[in-house]
Nanobody
Framework: QVQLVESGGGSVQDGGSLRLSCAVSGRTFSVYAMAWFRQAPGKERKYVGA????????DYADFVKGRFTVSRDNAKNTMYLQMDSLKPEDTAVYYC?????????????????WGPGTQVTVSS
C-alpha cells in the first residue's frame, strides 16, 4: 500500500517562505512522477507543479512560476515544495500526488495516490 504524507505547512506573513515535504512509503519512490496541488475553501483543486521520476524535469502553474520550486530526493523517498514570496492568495490546503506514468501531468485524475494535505496560511 502506497502512502503519502505531507508536512511543513503553517502560518506565515505576506512575503514569507515555507518548505513542504511529501514522504512516500510502500513502494520504490523513483517509479513515481510527483505533483503538488492545492485547494482553497470553496474552490476547486488546482495544479501547482510537478516533477518527473528522475527529478530532471519540472513544470509549474503560471501563478507560482519564479516563486515556488519542486524538487525530490529519491534516496529519501521525499518530494519538496519550496515556496518563497508567499501571498495571501496562496492560502490553501496543499496536497502531494503520485503517478506511475512516465510523463508528468497537471490533471488531478492522472494521479493514483494522494496525501491527506497540509494547511498553508499566508496573512497580510
Amino acid at each position: 500500500q502506497v502512502q503519502l504524507v505531507e508536512s511543513g505547512g503553517g502560518s506565515v506573513q505576506d512575503g514569507g517562505s515555507l518548505r513542504l515535504s511529501c514522504a512516500v512509503s510502500g513502494r520504490t519512490f523513483s517509479v513515481y512522477a510527483m505533483a503538488w496541488f492545492r485547494q482553497a475553501p470553496g474552490k476547486e483543486r488546482k495544479y501547482v507543479g510537478a516533477i518527473n521520476r528522475n527529478g530532471d524535469v519540472t513544470d509549474y502553474a503560471d501563478f507560482v512560476k519564479g516563486r515556488f520550486t519542486v524538487s525530490r530526493d529519491n534516496a529519501k523517498n521525499t518530494m519538496y515544495l519550496q515556496m518563497d514570496s508567499l501571498k495571501p492568495e496562496d492560502t490553501a490546503v496543499y496536497y502531494c500526488a503520485a503517478d506511475t506514468a512516465t510523463y508528468i501531468s497537471n490533471v488531478p485524475s492522472r494521479y493514483d495516490y494522494w496525501g491527506p494535505g497540509t494547511q498553508v496560511t499566508v496573512s497580510s
